[in-house]
């Protein structure tokens, strides 16, 4: 007889969706005969947050927010719902806010012992966190706890609830998996953690928890589904709202929530890009399923979907589209992509035809020298030729960008902005957001330093008794002020975004951004 497992999101993800990660755990084992539940605790948290420090006003916002209503008066309401977060944030808990909780303490730790102070102290969540644990666990009564973990804001409190439960209910078995615990716990060689959590689980967790909710089973990889269904169920998906902070209309998409999350094919088709986690299994190991199985489960779960694949794959997308016009399937959706030359005017017009809405991806430092050291496999030219096909066929544009690349000089970075403005200006972009490049453990950047003219210090590599470790600190001969430049950047893209400045000069956002 299997165990009866319970998946749980711990606080605080997101408000507007549950994360994907559950649904699709639920999907395939609930479809294999397990026995398995799923809670959002993160939601529970935040609204039972809401209410206490917002009362009365808090929750007529907070229900609105839930409703159908148009998003430019919901920007209204979120902006009243932000206020209560920094009042929260200046006189309760300096760490707060509705999504990404204790994002900034738990980054980048080094030392269990200073992360288990953080475990014991007190803090805002732990009255209503301990609420919700208490009665989701007296009404499952499981034999296993799985917390799924994406972030590092999401760590704390994985770990907070792993040890009210090891004070609770110490019979019940404990797991962790994630994003984040596959990344920054990789190669954790530290026993402390072990205290919380009787598993950790690296990469997919469709087998591993099979096995752990029956250790004889025979399922293996080849089980598992390339398109894996999610399930809902567990989930009351009346009580996520939307949190609008722009009119910006693909800026919004990511607030709303409407979307079903699905993933359309496993991995990356590419696989390729420098500053990427391209060694990790879950990214490397490229499947792409029948269009058929990705259509069914649309008609099956609504009309609205997100695809959240590392990048759609263009001969997958065409399938799911013909698949859609066949079935006379009404429906939207959006999803990220990489700029590839595969998306033709004809593949671009069949994606409007069947719901396409928006595409998200990356132009990254936006110059071609940096391009192809990325090993990108765009260029600039190709991908507006692409970017021009969205236009054309009235589907959103989201661009990815990137500062602080290694060997990137202050004039590129000028020059990047200067191109990203002249596509506001054209219309091909809609909107975008600069992140600053980050060396991670497991990206090609990582395994050859010296061809991208960095070094790395062999401790950052070979470090001993780290408890998380994925983003590797490294040197280069000539480095720009990549703060100053950043800040700039982000203020004349936050800018663009809204359609104002597009008329200004790079020194211009540089001197705005030294007043901010």
């Not at 806010?97 to 303490?105: K, M, T």
């Not at 879950?282 to 990705?294: L, N, Q, S, V």
């Not at 403005?421 to 990582?446: C, M, N, Q």
């Not at 040197?475 to 950047?489: C, F, H, M, V, Y």
Request: hydrophobic content about 40%; aromatic content about 12%.
């Amino acid at each position: 007889m299997s165990k009866r497992l319970l998946l749980l999101t711990p606080p605080l993800l997101q408000p507007n969706c549950p994360y994907p990660a559950t649904p699709h755990l639920v999907g395939f084992l609930s479809s294999k005969g397990f026995d398995v539940h799923q809670r959002d605790l993160s939601i529970k948290v935040v609204l039972d947050l809401l209410s206490k420090y917002g009362g009365d006003e808090a929750e007529e916002l907070i229900e609105f927010l839930q409703g159908p209503a148009p998003f430019i008066e919901k920007r209204e309401a979120s902006a009243i719902i932000d206020e209560l977060a920094v009042w929260i944030r200046d006189n309760v808990d300096e760490s707060f806010g509705f999504s990404r909780y204790a994002e900034h303490l738990c980054t980048a730790i080094d030392d269990f012992g200073e992360f288990e102070k953080l475990i014991r102290r007190r803090s805002i969540i732990d009255a209503p966190l301990k609420t919700h644990l208490k009665s989701v666990m007296d009404e499952i009564k499981p034999d296993v706890v799985g917390f799924t973990c994406p972030f590092p804001g999401t760590l704390l409190a994985a770990f907070k609830a792993a040890r009210y439960i090891k004070q609770h209910y110490p019979k019940v078995r404990l797991v962790l998996g994630g994003g984040y615990v596959s990344s920054e716990l990789r190669s954790m060689n530290d026993t402390r953690p072990k205290k919380y959590f009787d598993d950790f689980i690296l990469d997919e967790g469709y087998i591993p928890l099979a096995k752990i909710l029956s250790p004889r089973t025979r399922l293996t990889e080849k089980d598992v589904p390339v398109f894996v269904k999610p399930s809902y169920r567990g989930l009351d998906m009346s009580e996520y709202f939307d949190v609008v902070e722009t009119d910006n209309f693909v800026t919004t998409l990511w607030s709303a929530g409407k979307w079903r999350k699905l993933i359309m094919a496993r991995g990356c088709y590419w696989h390729k890009c420098a500053f990427c986690d391209v060694k990790l299994p879950y990214i490397g190991c490229f499947k792409m399923p029948k269009a058929t199985d990705i259509v069914d489960a649309m008609q099956e779960l609504g009309t609205q979907f997100h695809f959240v694949d590392e990048a759609m794959p263009p001969a997958l997308i065409k399938g799911v589209c013909e698949e859609i016009l066949k079935r006379n399937f009404k429906c939207e959706w959006w999803g990220n992509i990489r700029f590839d030359k595969a998306f033709t005017p004809s593949l671009v017009r069949l994606m409007a035809k069947a719901g396409c809405i928006a595409v998200t991806g990356g132009l990254e430092c936006a110059n071609d020298r940096l391009l192809k050291l990325m090993n990108k496999g765009i260029t600039l030219e190709s991908s507006k030729r692409v970017l021009k096909a969205f236009k054309a066929s009235g589907i959103a544009v989201h661009a990815y960008l990137m500062y602080a690349f290694p060997t990137q000089t202050k004039e590129e970075a000028l020059g990047a902005l200067d191109y990203v403005r002249s596509l506001f200006v054209e219309g091909l972009i809609d909107s975008a957001f600069w992140h600053r490049f980050a060396l991670t453990v497991h990206s090609p950047v990582a395994a050859n330093p010296e061809a991208f003219g960095i070094t790395i210090e062999d401790s950052q590599l070979n470090k001993r008794k780290i408890f998380a470790h994925n983003e590797i600190f490294y040197t280069e001969k000539r480095s720009p002020d990549w703060i100053s430049i950043g800040n700039a950047l982000t203020l004349a893209v936050a800018n663009y975004c809204e359609g104002r400045g597009l008329d200004k000069n790079m020194k211009f956002w540089f001197n705005l951004a030294k007043k901010v």
